[in-house]
């Protein structure tokens, strides 16, 4: 059981270019989101997913691009990079939004851009 | 707007209590969660309050008072594996995690 996987785990990106952040989870969760956290900054919602095919925004979502075509799998794209996106982007899965049902963290990628 | 507030930072001595405050005004309320992060890792669930009142987990308790759009996180015992930062994080009205920015915990010997 590898709960929640994201890759890479650091990555340096130059202005102007793209990449795709991958989040995979193995709990069958529905629910699925992106956070980015920025230095002694409280995680901020980017997008979230409550279930394959579905899709919303969430507090800070320009700049990014999310799919959702299975449960297992969440890919946050950034498509030309800027370096306020340098940030730690955390992926996390809950199983019913709403109860004292937790959040699971993957364990982050580091994006720097120069 | 939503906002949660936290202290930043705080410092204790090995062995000790301490007892970290969040307040909150955020449109609507599902319930009040603590997570504690270690520095360059992910954060993990600690507790989770949606009525007022005390939850006892170990060394660990917090408590909420919604009247009062209060919380604490009462640590006992302290260890240095403690030192940590701990995010009080709220659910809205749109069951959407508010986070506050964390309190970074330093343990001293």
């Known amino acids: 059981n590898a709960g929640v996987t994201q890759t890479p785990k650091f990555r340096i990106l130059k202005i102007g270019q793209s990449m795709t952040l991958q989040c995979a989870q193995d709990m069958n969760h529905n629910y699925m989101y992106w956070y980015r956290q920025d230095p002694g900054m409280g995680l901020k919602l980017i997008y979230y997913?409550?279930?394959?095919?579905?899709?919303d925004k969430g507090e800070v979502p320009n700049g990014y691009n999310v799919s959702r075509s299975t449960t297992e799998d969440f890919p946050l794209r950034l498509e030309l990079a800027a370096p306020s996106q340098t940030s730690v982007y955390f992926c996390?899965?809950?199983?019913?939004?709403?109860?004292?049902?937790?959040?699971?963290f993957g364990p982050g990628t580091r994006l720097t851009v120069l | 707007g939503q906002n949660i507030d936290q202290p930043t930072e705080m410092t204790a001595t090995e062995g000790a209590i301490v007892q970290i405050n969040c307040t909150y005004q955020t449109s609507g309320f599902n319930g009040l969660f603590w997570y504690q992060q270690h520095a360059g890792e992910a954060p993990t669930f600690l507790s989770y309050?949606?009525l007022d009142g005390l939850e006892e987990k170990g060394r660990f308790s917090s408590f909420l008072s919604r009247s009062k759009g209060y919380s604490y996180l009462l640590l006992k015992e302290l260890q240095m594996k403690d030192s940590a930062s701990y995010l009080c994080a709220v659910l809205d009205s749109n069951y959407q995690l508010i986070w506050g920015a964390g309190t970074k915990l330093i343990i001293k010997p």
């Open positions: 309050n949606v």
């Open positions: 996390a899965t809950q199983r019913l939004a709403g109860g004292a049902d937790t959040q699971y």
């Open positions: 997913s409550v279930g394959a095919g579905i899709t």
